[in-house]
């Protein structure tokens, strides 16, 4: 199967959901007036886009219908498109260039940064790729074993300290073991914080200094995972981690339930924060490349 | 921040309002659409709002609010009155069965926090009393086990468990049969997570009801979820019967619209909430400070209520004047002071204006030693002194620091920071009129 057709396979339900009612929006309506703008800001709305975002998008889908003389309801539709995949675009490719490079991967509890961890281990594996996965959260109960059974799964090296032990100090062993073993990509694992918690996030930063000092030069990658279930908490979260760690991209995970996840899309157009991967289930193979028209293609098709 | 919108737009409504002096069923309409606009950016159902908005507007449009001298006050009251009533007015707690054990099953989407709410409760139950038993049902995702394991040794509660290769269904009745032989009175099952689109998995739910007929299931539904909150609740609803919720992670800055849609699409009443990764960390919930957390306000309505309550009509009035003109004297901060005292602890309220939240206080000292150093201050100074604070030369400062048992620094920093108390108090005493953004960058004197 194709990476396109995955992918459709994959927001299958979103495209549903999205796509039919607006369908249904765009047929029921015979010409378009101030009705038809506010159904179409319902389905953003109820996408977790959040109003603020909808409310703009939906001002300039009408000033370009007006300039571009649009009369068709249905012409509303392929314009709102061109909009969205405007607000997506951005690179999407992983920054892994040298070896050993490191992907970091952060976000508040239970997003899904382990299972993506795993998911990506099994991808960069495939591809050809040396890697190394770091336990870095030695906070939560269990985390490590977690990360343990994902690496023997994906038949990769892990690298670990006991539970409880200080999150820098396995980063540093990981880096060296990196070097020492000529791996080419580290991906390191952290425990889940809200963004609320200071001293969390200057662990955090902790971490990323070991990597600054001992892998100078080295290609980084800083993914903050977001659960697409999450509401427009998911703006604090990437504003807050953004803040602490130059986030590079976003791994938007769950998109397999019910939930649209729209909320990226104040995401990325408030902060240009691009989305790179997406989960789309619990198993190894669930998780794909992201790409902004794809995903677009996909919700309007 | 959300709360700053809306009361700013509010404000901005009402001045339109009190320039035509009587308010219109459009004004209403224009505050019910900044209602609106608050609860969906806090993440309430789109549905949800709709209807509740709906309802409010009915109220509202009522005389309560028409023939109120403050109708913004009012809509925001009505508005927080609803909100509380949807959320189940009183609190509830989980029931025991007649004939222990007591089965609580936990149920919810992945990543919801089921395995440490499942910890949190056996420790809170124990506390009352209760011989747990922790469950691990959970035999997908990696480590699941493991985890429950980890965080019953560190309560010193006992795990059951089977492995990984074990059907649940059947871990869950064998947990039973254990539970009963080791004189057990609450038995925890922790499921694993699963998409409630995921007919399999529902199904499998179904069976571990049928099996160990549980006295509750509790849905545990993390606070930062969006729209979708519908769709999950609904369905675990519809399959299996919910008892109860559980809001995890509330202890971020999440508005937690979702508590209002859950509750609205599943009828059944939040039950705890999680507050932090800490097994002590679960809490029981409070719809009205649920209700002020969804409209971002603090608690604005009981500070609005308590200032009416204890403040002088009259005497307020007055005071309001006097500050407007500049009048504002030594004399009626005194008087104020004791208005504000009768308020209860000035901490409290505080925290109750809207925007403070507890990260804000702590930039904000509240000595009320101080308070009452200011207090005994203000008493040594003559009543001529107290109107015309400008007399007071540096012998006079010397008799009131005596007298007052304080230094004369500290009557200067009084005078010093009596004009910034202005300031404050006339927010305070305007409360509801002109809702404040919060202190920001006041310093206060005690
Ligand atoms: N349906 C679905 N479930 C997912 C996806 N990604 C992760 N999960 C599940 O979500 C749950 C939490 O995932 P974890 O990987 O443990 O999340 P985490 O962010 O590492 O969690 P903490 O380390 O506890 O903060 C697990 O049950 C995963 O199987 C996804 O794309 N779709
Ligand atoms: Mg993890």
Redesign the pocket.
């Known amino acids: 199967m194709g990476f396109f057709d995955r992918l459709k396979e994959g927001l299958e339900k979103t495209r549903k959901g999205i796509t039919e009612r607006i369908d249904k929006v765009l047929v029921s309506f015979g010409k378009i007036d101030d009705e038809l703008f506010e159904e179409l800001e319902e389905i953003l709305v109820t996408s977790d886009i959040g109003i603020d975002t909808s409310m703009k998008i939906i001002e300039d889908l009408k000033k370009k219908v007006r300039e571009n003389k649009v009369i068709h309801p249905a012409d509303v539709k392929d314009l709102l498109k061109e909009e969205l995949v405007h607000v997506m675009e951005g690179e999407c490719r992983l920054n892994i260039g040298t070896s050993p490079s490191v992907i970091i991967?952060i976000?508040?509890?239970?997003?899904?940064?382990?299972?993506?961890?795993?998911?990506i281990a099994n991808l960069l594996k495939q591809s050809g790729k040396k890697v190394i996965v770091a336990a870095g959260?030695t906070f939560?109960a269990a985390?490590i074993d977690?990360l343990e059974v994902w690496a023997n799964r994906v038949g990769v090296d892990l690298i670990k300290h006991s539970e409880g032990s200080d999150p820098a100090a396995v980063i540093y062993d990981a880096v060296q073991a990196a070097k020492a073993r000529k791996a080419d990509v580290l991906i390191c694992?952290?425990?889940?914080?809200l963004h609320t918690k200071k001293n969390l996030m200057e662990e955090l930063k902790k971490v990323s200094k070991v990597i600054d000092r001992e892998l100078p030069g080295a290609s980084r990658e800083t993914l903050l995972?977001l659960?697409?279930t999450t509401g427009q908490n998911a703006i604090a979260q990437a504003k807050t981690f953004n803040e602490s760690s130059d986030i590079t991209g976003i791994i938007l995970?769950?998109?397999?339930?019910t939930a649209k996840g729209g909320v990226i899309i104040a995401v990325k157009s408030e902060l240009k924060i691009p989305v790179k991967l997406?989960?789309?289930?619990?198993k190894m193979e669930?998780?794909q490349e992201f790409n902004a028209r794809e995903f677009i293609e996909a919700l309007f098709d | 921040m959300v709360f700053e919108g809306l009361s700013a737009k509010l404000q901005e409504t009402m001045k339109k309002i009190r320039g035509q002096g009587r308010v219109t069923e459009k004004d209403v309409k224009e505050m019910m659409r900044e209602i609106k606009l608050a609860l969906l950016e806090a993440d309430v159902n789109f549905k949800v709002v709709k209807d509740f908005i709906n309802k409010v507007s009915e109220r509202a449009v009522g005389q309560d609010v028409l023939e109120s001298l403050t109708p913004g006050q009012q809509v925001v009251k009505i508005v927080n009155e609803e909100l509380i009533e949807l959320m189940g007015k009183t609190q509830s707690k989980i029931t025991f069965a007649p004939n222990p054990p007591t089965v609580l099953m936990m149920v919810g989407?992945?990543?919801s926090g089921k395995t440490?709410t499942s910890g949190k409760l056996a420790n809170l139950l124990r506390k009352q009393g209760k011989n747990p038993l922790l469950v691990a049902c959970?035999v997908?995702?990696?480590a699941?086990i493991k985890q429950l394991q980890v965080v019953g040794d560190q309560l010193n509660v006992p795990v059951f468990s089977m492995g990984d290769k074990v059907n649940p269904v059947d871990i869950a009745k064998a947990a039973l049969e254990h539970a009963r032989a080791k004189l057990h009175d609450l038995v925890i099952i922790d499921t694993?997570?699963?998409?409630h689109i995921?007919e399999e998995l529902m199904e499998e739910l179904s069976r571990i009801k049928s099996a160990v007929k549980p006295h509750e299931i509790l849905l545990v539904v993390d606070s930062m979820t969006g729209q979708d909150a519908v769709n999950v609740a609904e369905s675990f609803n519809e399959k299996l019967g919910i008892d109860g919720i559980i809001l995890t992670k509330l202890d971020g800055d999440t508005r937690g619209g979702a508590a209002l849609s859950v509750r609205t699409v599943t009828g059944k009443p939040i039950k705890y909430v999680g507050m932090g990764e800490k097994l002590s960390d679960l809490e029981p919930f409070f719809p009205d400070r649920m209700a002020s957390r969804i409209l971002g306000m603090g608690d604005v309505l009981s500070l609005i209520e308590k200032a009416q309550e204890s403040f002088d009509e009259k005497k307020a009035m007055e005071l309001e004047k006097k500050m407007r003109s500049q009048q504002f004297t030594l004399e009626d901060f005194l008087d104020q002071m004791q208005q504000v005292k009768k308020m209860g602890p000035l901490n409290q309220v505080l925290g109750m204006i809207p925007g403070m939240n507890n990260k804000a206080l702590k930039n904000v000292e509240v000595d009320e030693k101080k308070m009452v150093h200011v207090e005994a201050i203000i008493r040594s100074m003559t009543r001529q002194e107290r109107m015309e604070p400008s007399i007071i030369n540096a012998n006079r400062k010397k008799r009131i620091a005596a007298g007052s048992g304080t230094t004369i620094q500290d009557v200067n920093r009084l005078l010093k920071e009596f004009e910034e108390m202005k300031k404050l108090f006339k927010m305070m005493s305007d409360m509801g009129r002109h809702r404040g953004k919060g202190l920001g960058k006041f310093k206060m004197p005690f």
Do not use: F, H, M, W
Request: aromatic share 2%; no cysteine; charged share 25%.
């Open positions: 991967v976000g508040v509890n239970g997003v899904g940064k382990t299972t993506s961890i795993g998911k959260d939560r985390a977690q694992d952290t425990a889940g914080r995972v659960d697409a995970t769950k998109l397999d339930g997406v989960g789309v289930g619990e669930d998780l | 989407l992945q990543g440490t959970d997908y995702r990696p699941a694993a997570g699963r998409l995921n």
